[in-house]
C-alpha cells in the first residue's frame, strides 16, 4: 500500500467472447440477462471442494505417481487428519482444490506456472484426460532439496495418469516465457490457471499480470501458499489484488497446511 491505495492492480481483463458453461447463466430466449453471467460463486465451489471426496482423491492420486519425500509426509498428514477427524477435518490444498474444480468447471485449457515433478498437472489430468496443459518452470535442480528432474519426467507422470490431450512445457524464465506464449496465441483462453512459481510479491504479481486476462468468465485462477508462514506477503497480495477486485468471486482456506486460493472471474 502507499498513500492508503493500493499499488497492486491487475491489468483490464480481455473480452474472450465465451465462458465456461458449467457456472455461466444460459439466458431463456426473450429473457434479458440482468446479473453477471457468474451463475455460481466461490462459496458455493468451495463448499463443494470441503464437503466432497477430494481428501482420499489427492491421497490416491498421490500414490499413483512417483514418491518424495513431499508427498510421503502428504499421505501420511491427510490419513492422520482423516483418522483423527473423520469427515468433520476440513482440508484443501492445490491438489484437492484442482480435483474438485476440474470436476464442476470440466476445463478444456488448463496453464500453470511453477510444475516442478507435475502433481497439479496430473491433478488436472487425472480429470480431464483431453485437457490441454500448458506448464511453465525453470526445473531448477534440487529444488526445496528434493530431485527435481524436468519436463521429460512430468510426461512420464501425466502418462501414469492416463493424459491424452496436447502438453506444452516450457522451460525458462516465466516473466518472460509465459508473455512470450501467449503472445503468440493471440486466440488462446484459458479455463483454469495455477500461479505457483515465483513467490516474491514482485514475481507472483508479474505471474498474475501475464495470465489473468486471458481467464474465462466462469473460469478459476488458484495462487498456491497463501498461508505460508515463511511468505506472508503472498497472502498480502492475495487479498489486495485478488480478494478485493470486484471482477473475481473468491474463495481461501488457510487453517492448516500452506493454505491456497482461488478466485472465478465474474464478468
Not at 499499488?7 to 473480452?15: D, F, K, N, S, V
Not at 444460459?26 to 429473457?31: A, D, F, K, M, N
Request: glycine share 10%.
Amino acid at each position: 500500500m502507499m498513500n492508503g491505495q493500493n499499488i497492486w492492480r491487475l491489468p483490464a481483463l480481455l473480452a474472450l467472447g465465451r465462458s465456461v458453461g458449467a457456472l455461466a447463466y444460459e439466458s431463456r430466449s426473450g429473457h434479458a440477462p440482468w446479473y453477471p453471467p457468474l451463475i455460481a460463486g466461490a462459496g458455493t465451489v468451495g463448499k463443494r471442494l470441503i464437503d466432497g471426496p477430494y481428501v482420499e482423491e489427492a491421497m490416491a492420486l498421490i500414490k499413483r505417481l512417483e514418491p518424495d519425500s513431499y508427498s510421503e509426509f502428504l499421505v501420511d498428514f491427510l490419513t492422520q487428519g482423516r483418522r483423527r477427524f473423520g469427515s468433520n477435518w476440513m482440508y484443501a490444498d492445490i491438489v484437492t482444490v484442482l480435483l474438485g474444480l476440474c470436476d464442476i468447471l470440466q476445463p478444456a485449457t488448463y496453464l500453470e506456472i511453477g510444475v516442478r515433478r507435475g502433481r497439479s498437472l496430473c491433478a488436472v489430468a487425472a480429470k480431464h484426460p483431453e485437457c490441454r496443459l500448458i506448464g511453465f518452470d525453470l526445473w531448477v535442480d534440487g529444488y526445496a532439496g528434493m530431485p527435481n528432474p524436468g519436463p521429460d519426467f512430468v510426461r512420464a507422470e501425466l502418462r501414469k495418469v492416463g493424459h491424452t490431450g496436447t502438453v506444452d512445457l516450457i522451460d525458462g524464465d516465466s516473466h518472460r516465457t509465459v508473455a512470450a506464449y501467449l503472445s503468440e496465441r493471440p486466440e488462446l483462453t484459458l479455463d483454469l490457471i495455477t500461479v505457483d512459481g515465483d513467490h516474491s510479491v514482485e514475481g507472483a504479481f508479474a505471474d498474475l499480470c501475464d495470465t489473468v486476462p486471458r481467464l474465462a468468465v466462469g473460469g478459476a485462477l488458484v495462487l498456491d501458499d497463501i498461508a505460508h508462514p515463511d511468505l506472508p506477503d503472498l497472502r498480502t497480495l492475495w487479498n489486495d489484488v485478488i480478494v478485493s477486485d470486484p471482477r473475481f468471486s473468491t474463495w481461501g482456506y488457510t487453517e492448516v497446511g500452506y493454505g491456497v486460493g482461488f478466485a472465478l472471474r465474474r464478468y
